[in-house]
């Protein structure tokens, strides 16, 4: 069920300033780099730009027709674009929502919503990869799980039978918008960590903003949550039908027998007493989780148990999510620097002492979002650090400057410590100290930009 032009004037009060009513709108983008014939862009305003400036753009492009919320009239060339299509509404991003809600009232069809403090992106592309094995699935890409990113996906909807998108937040009232657009039919609490506790101040209230996913959960939906985490074991909401997954407590859906080797890890899933085996090419108790959370959809949404186990043992993560690199060069990324937060960094570094290789080099950025929590967090990881044998360590930024002075404290060799103010200082000095059989972890909050720093050393190998 596509949206009109016409839908567009009655939904979000739009002027339509030259063009046709009738227009179909098929595809929609709010980004002139990548935008595709006929799609409709939509002028968002950024902190640095501002989308309006590039309507023209777009339409050179290939663009059927824009979406403006500032476009000054007086000097507005009615002839020149007498050929286009220009709509003109009060606030973009709002014009967004509206439009994602009314096409999801025309959907009648399972919306699968995943929220948590770390795993959200993963959780997502192992439900999806189960779902898909019995249906047309379509799932959030990369991590577009905010304001933005979830009104235009699932404005992406065509013929789909499920719908499983990601829902970030960095404070109160961000997943209430998200999950009353979406309106989720499954939900997922993934965990309850410190990702933005900076902003929140502390673990009680991002519990609080998480279950903000309920208010939008149809009155028949299920919400499923990690039994084991200690803020969502034993959760209770009124009205709200909760199904658990757990190792330690008992849950619903329990994974027993867990053997973690090098980069890869056996388990089994407890389905009423009946022992489903997963072998995972991965080696990490968090992907267990997942895992449970991933069946626990599957059966939901009526799956037999060899094609869950077919979903979950098949999946791609999506990028710079633990993705392991193997270079020329002979040494080993592990890509993991969409973003970074305490826990999730605790696991990357558990997952980098356990993959195979001749020195484990960790280059870590700043987390960001912490507040007063900062010095802390950072202190905790130079511990991680230590726990797990990392035998290079190099920082990079203004707060991980916290992990080096803790970690000397800890006795680490000075002569294995590197400190960058910025990425763009570190990457001549990096390709020379990586080794044959090295494997090096890339980590850090998203702004500190070690993404750079990977793509400079794969194109230096081209």
């Known amino acids: 069920m596509n949206i009109y032009v016409k839908d567009i004037i009655e939904i979000c009060n739009a ?30 305003k950024g902190e640095k730009f501002d989308g309006n ?6 339409f050179l492009k290939g663009a059927s027709a824009c979406i403006l919320d500032n476009i000054d009239l007086n000097n507005f060339d009615y002839q020149k674009y007498s050929d286009k299509t220009i709509l003109l509404v009060e ?7 509206q439009l994602a809600s009314f096409k999801r009232s025309k959907y009648n069809i399972e919306v699968v919503a995943i929220t948590g403090s770390v795993g959200k992106t993963s959780t997502k592309d192992m439900v999806a990869n189960v779902l898909s094995q019995k249906y047309r699935v379509l799932k959030t ?6 304001h933005i990113g ?30 009353n657009i979406a309106k989720p039919t499954i939900a997922i609490i993934t965990n309850i960590g410190t990702s933005h506790v900076g902003n929140l101040g502390s673990r009680e209230n991002i519990l609080k903003a998480k279950l903000e996913i309920v208010e939008g959960l149809s009155k028949d939906g299920i919400l499923i949550v990690n039994n084991d985490n200690d803020l969502l074991h034993n959760l209770k909401i009124d009205n ?11 849950s619903t859906y329990m994974a027993q027998d867990i053997k973690i080797m090098n980069e890869s890890m056996t388990f089994n899933v407890n389905d009423n007493n009946k022992l489903i085996n997963i072998n995972l090419n991965i080696g990490a108790t968090p992907f267990v ?4 959370i991933a069946y626990a959809v599957g059966r939901i949404l009526n799956l037999d148990e060899n094609a869950i186990k077919r979903g979950i043992e098949t999946v791609e993560l999506s990028k710079n999510r633990l993705a392991k690199i193997s270079m020329k060069k002979g040494y080993t990324i592990i890509d993991d620097t969409y973003n970074a937060s305490y826990d999730s960094m605790k696991l990357a570094l558990n997952i980098l002492k356990n993959t195979k290789g001749k020195r484990k080099i960790a280059v ?14 950072h202190e905790k990881i130079a511990s991680e650090i230590i726990n797990n044998d990392i035998d290079i360590v190099i920082t990079i930024g203004n707060y991980s400057k916290y992990i080096d002075e803790k970690l000397i404290e800890l006795n680490f060799s000075k002569d294995n410590l590197y400190h960058f103010d910025k990425e763009s200082d570190t990457y001549e000095i990096l390709d020379k100290l990586f080794e044959k059989d090295d494997v090096i972890l890339f980590k850090s909050s998203h702004a500190i930009g070690l993404t750079n720093i990977v793509n400079y050393l794969l194109k230096m190998e081209e």
């Open 15 to 44: 002027k339509l300033i030259c063009g046709n009513p009738d227009l179909e709108c098929v595809n929609f983008s709010k980004d002139t780099r990548t935008i595709l014939e006929n799609d409709v862009y939509v002028a968002i």
């Open 53 to 58: 400036d590039y309507y023209e753009e777009a």
């Open 91 to 97: 606030d973009s991003i709002k014009c967004l929502w």
């Open 141 to 146: 890409s990369g991590n577009n799980n905010n």
């Open 150 to 179: 979830l009104p235009l996906t699932i404005l992406k909807l065509k013929d789909e039978e499920v719908l499983v998108v990601e829902m970030g937040m960095n404070h109160f009232k961000e997943i209430s918008l998200l999950t």
């Open 240 to 250: 709200t039908n909760i199904l658990t997954v757990g190792i330690d407590n008992k």
């Open 289 to 292: 989780y997942n895992s449970l």
């Open 364 to 377: 870590l950025g700043d987390m960001l979002e912490l507040g007063d929590y900062t010095k802390e967090m």
